[in-house]
């Protein structure tokens, strides 16, 4: 027999298991069976008009997913899923790509976590749309809406899921990029054992799409946190949140220009100013004032910024106002420590927290210098002062009842009355330019203070028939929303939100 054919034979027959290996494992995929690759199983969930599919290509170390659903959004989703079940911190990352040109822009492909494979389950993921929109989509009780986290960046070629402890966090990388943050987190408390893995959805229940991961890679967490700070935007009729920037480290308390294009945060001792469609951050001139702190904000002609900063007196705040674009700080306040957070909305008068003789209280001063005049006497902490837009009131929080609530006073001081009164301790009234709504910061009852670093809540009164709503529930406290924040039309506000991420 000639040499070449017996090679040529054994050849085929060596090749012969890996062949049977790929045949099978893709009949197995097709039948739905618990072997695909390195998941557990695949199946439908939710009610699709089409029956999805798992094709695991074994030589390429590729998954090419078929998937129908009608959404995976507000309380239910519809979509195909290849999983498996695990515990703890794990991440789980992949290259995805659609095939084909696609029927509806918000076609998904996803990484996700998710706590069982009911419809209406809690879960997390990282969903790539069609049309290049890439967001950490969640829902973090059974049963509740679906909220997003919108990224700045379009199309990225690899993205990654990773939940610690009770919070996940979304990565991505362009063509030749490393993985890095993508800004936001969210809180998805899981128990036990959860499902981990790759789905598709068409979002529309009459279309098949398809898209292939390829590069998936799933590890256990470890290493030791590394802080970020993102800042974010949120719309308040929708809830759904968008990254403006991110960076490592931390920084502080956005405020929103009157004229809606820039955002402003401190950093290390500076005042920083971005655009809020995103870019790179530029530092405001404050002159000597190089320790500033987060209680900052932008007079009602958008000509004055007033700060707050340490560098002068022994290092005890003061407050100054410079030229919105950066110049030489005129000091306003005699007495130290004081710390700005309100405009009169004629830009005469500043409102301000002053500590005199170991207590904390509210106090007003002329733009222009002068004289400060106390306006709360309570015993306990008073913070945080803000104007209505029409200047008849003052917002602020005290712990005069025993825990932090919002109040308000008439603008003199007079007639001051509690605004919330429940079992947890709330800080920071931002009032809406349009006078309606009041947004504020939220803790726990057991939390002392307003701390960094904490399970907090951005909640939003109506304040024609004050009642609440929760807006976000995020990793933050200090620093996330000190000042004024609300966009010029009153349906968005900008915060910080932190991640310490291994």
């Given at each position: 027999m000639d040499r070449r054919n017996r090679r040529s034979r054994w050849n085929v027959f060596l090749a012969l298991p890996l062949l049977m290996a790929l045949l099978s494992s893709r009949?197995?995929?097709?039948?739905?069976?618990s072997a695909v690759g390195i998941f557990e199983g695949h199946q439908d969930v939710g009610t699709v008009s089409h029956a999805g599919s798992t094709e695991y290509d074994a030589l390429h170390g590729t998954y090419t997913l078929t998937?129908?659903?009608?959404?995976?959004?507000?309380?239910?989703?519809?979509?195909?899923?290849?999983?498996?079940?695990?515990?703890?911190?794990?991440?789980?990352?992949?290259?995805?790509?659609?095939?084909?040109?696609?029927?509806?822009?918000?076609?998904?492909?996803?990484?996700?976590?998710?706590?069982?494979?009911?419809?209406?389950?809690?879960?997390?993921?990282?969903?790539?749309?069609?049309?290049?929109?890439t967001s950490l989509q969640y829902r973090d009780a059974k049963s509740e809406t679906t909220h997003e986290i919108q990224s700045s960046v379009s199309g990225p070629k690899t993205v990654r899921i990773e939940k610690h402890g009770d919070y996940v966090f979304m990565s991505i990388a362009g063509e030749g990029e490393e993985l890095h943050m993508a800004g936001g987190s969210t809180r998805v408390p899981l128990e036990g054992t959860f499902y981990i893995?790759?789905?598709?959805?068409?979002?529309?229940?009459?279309?098949?799409?398809?898209?292939?991961?390829?590069?998936?890679?799933?590890?256990?967490?470890?290493?030791?946190?590394?802080?970020?700070?993102?800042?974010?935007?949120?719309?308040i009729a929708s809830t759904d949140r968008r990254v403006v920037y991110i960076a490592p480290g931390r920084f502080e308390a956005p405020n929103w220009s009157h004229d809606g294009a820039t955002l402003l945060f401190n950093r290390d001792g500076r005042v920083e100013r971005i655009p809020v469609a995103g870019g790179k951050p530029e530092i405001i001139d404050t002159g000597f004032a190089t320790r500033c702190n987060n209680d900052h904000g932008i007079s009602p002609d958008s000509k004055w910024l007033a700060i707050s900063d340490q560098s002068q007196e022994d290092h005890r705040s003061l407050v100054y106002i410079v030229p919105l674009e950066g110049g030489t700080p005129r000091r306003i306040t005699p007495k130290s420590p004081?710390?700005?957070?309100?405009?009169?909305?004629?830009?005469k008068t500043l409102a301000f927290v002053g500590e005199r003789n170991g207590d904390f209280d509210i106090y007003?001063?002329?733009?222009?210098?002068?004289?400060?005049?106390?306006?709360?006497?309570?015993?306990?902490?008073?913070?945080?002062?803000?104007?209505?837009?029409d200047g008849t009131y003052i917002y602020f929080n005290s712990e005069r009842t025993g825990h932090m609530q919002i109040w308000r006073m008439k603008a003199d001081g007079s007639e001051q009355e509690q605004v919330t009164a429940d079992d947890d301790n709330n800080w920071f009234p931002h009032?809406?330019?349009?006078?309606?709504?009041?947004?504020?910061?939220?803790?726990?009852?057991?939390?002392t203070g307003h701390p960094e670093n904490k399970d907090v809540m951005l909640r939003l009164m109506s304040l024609g028939d004050r009642k609440i709503i929760v807006l976000a529930k995020l990793f933050g406290g200090q620093g996330t929303i000190n000042v004024p924040s609300w966009s010029p039309d009153s349906k968005r506000l900008a915060f910080v939100s932190y991640q310490f991420v291994p």
């Open positions: 009949l197995l995929c097709e039948q739905g069976s998937g129908s659903g009608e959404n995976m959004w507000f309380k239910a989703d519809a979509f195909h899923f290849a999983w498996k079940k695990v515990s703890g911190d794990v991440n789980l990352a992949a290259t995805i790509e659609f095939i084909g040109k696609g029927v509806n822009e918000h076609r998904k492909a996803v990484l996700m976590i998710r706590q069982s494979l009911e419809s209406d389950s809690p879960y997390a993921d990282v969903a790539v749309h069609g049309s290049g929109l893995g790759i789905g598709v959805c068409s979002h529309d229940k009459d279309v098949v799409e398809k898209a292939v991961f390829s590069k998936v890679s799933m590890v256990s967490v470890t290493g030791e946190p590394k802080l970020y700070s993102t800042l974010e935007t949120i719309a004081s710390y700005w957070h309100g405009w009169s909305p004629d830009g007003t001063i002329p733009a222009a210098g002068g004289e400060e005049t106390r306006l709360t006497t309570a015993k306990g902490l008073d913070d945080g002062p803000e104007y209505s837009p009032i809406s330019p349009d006078g309606q709504w009041m947004a504020f910061l939220t803790y726990d009852k057991s939390v």
